[in-house]
C-alpha cells in the first residue's frame, strides 16, 4: 500500500515534510516562491463588461529545477465579495541555464499551453510556445503572462490574451500580496 507520507528521509538527509534546499537554477525565481494573494481587474471584447476578481498563486518547490505553479481565481462583487469560482491553473515551471524558463500550464476548461520565456530575478516573463485544445474547448491561440516583484513587496501580474477571433490584448492585472 502507498504510504503519502513515509517517514524515510531523502538523500539529502531532508524528510518529506522538510522543504529541501533549492536548486541552483531556482535562483533567478527565489524571491517568487511562496503563497501569493489579492485582487485584479479584467476584461476582454467578447465578456460582458470588466469585472473584480480575487487571484492566489502558489509557487513552490521540491529542491529540484522547477516550480510548481497553482493559480486560481474568483469573481468579486462590489464589495469584494466572492460570487463565484472562475480561472483555475496549475503546472510547472521548469528552470534552464542563463534564466530562461519552460512553463506547462493547464486549465479544467481543456486548454493546455506550453510557454517560454525569462527570469530575471524579479521578472518572469512568458509566451506562448505552443497551445492544445481538447474539442469542446475555447479557442485560445496565445498568451502573455508577466510576474514582476516590486521594491515594495508586492507581485504584479498581467496576462494578455488571444482567443476567440480577437488579437493578443490586455485581459486580466493583479496586485499580490505574500500570505506565506
Known amino acids: 500500500m ?3 507520507a513515509p517517514t524515510h ?3 539529502d538527509g531532508t524528510s518529506p515534510d522538510q522543504a529541501p534546499a533549492p536548486h541552483p537554477l531556482l535562483a533567478p525565481v527565489l524571491g517568487l516562491l511562496g503563497t501569493w494573494r489579492g485582487r485584479g ?3 476582454y471584447p467578447t465578456l460582458d463588461g ?3 476578481y480575487g487571484q492566489e498563486v502558489v509557487l513552490s518547490h521540491d529542491g529540484r529545477p522547477f516550480l510548481r505553479f497553482e493559480a486560481r481565481a474568483w ?4 464589495d469584494g465579495a466572492p460570487l463565484r469560482p472562475s480561472a ?3 503546472g510547472w515551471w521548469r528552470l534552464q541555464p542563463e534564466g530562461r524558463v519552460e512553463a506547462l500550464i493547464t486549465q479544467p476548461t481543456g486548454i493546455a499551453e506550453i510557454a517560454v520565456g525569462t527570469a530575471d530575478g524579479n521578472t518572469v516573463d512568458l509566451s506562448t510556445d505552443q497551445v ?3 474539442p469542446t474547448a475555447k479557442e485560445v491561440k496565445a498568451t502573455r503572462r508577466r510576474y514582476a516583484l516590486t521594491d515594495d513587496g508586492t507581485l504584479t ?3 494578455d490574451l488571444e482567443a476567440v477571433g480577437m488579437p493578443l490584448q490586455h485581459h486580466l492585472s493583479a496586485r499580490l500580496r505574500r500570505e506565506a
Open 88 to 90: 483555475r491553473e496549475s
Open 41 to 43: 481587474q479584467g476584461g
Open 2 to 4: 502507498y504510504d503519502p
Open 9 to 11: 528521509p531523502y538523500p
Open 75 to 78: 469573481l468579486l462583487d462590489a
Open 132 to 134: 492544445a485544445l481538447t
Open 50 to 52: 470588466d469585472f473584480t
Open 157 to 159: 501580474f498581467t496576462h
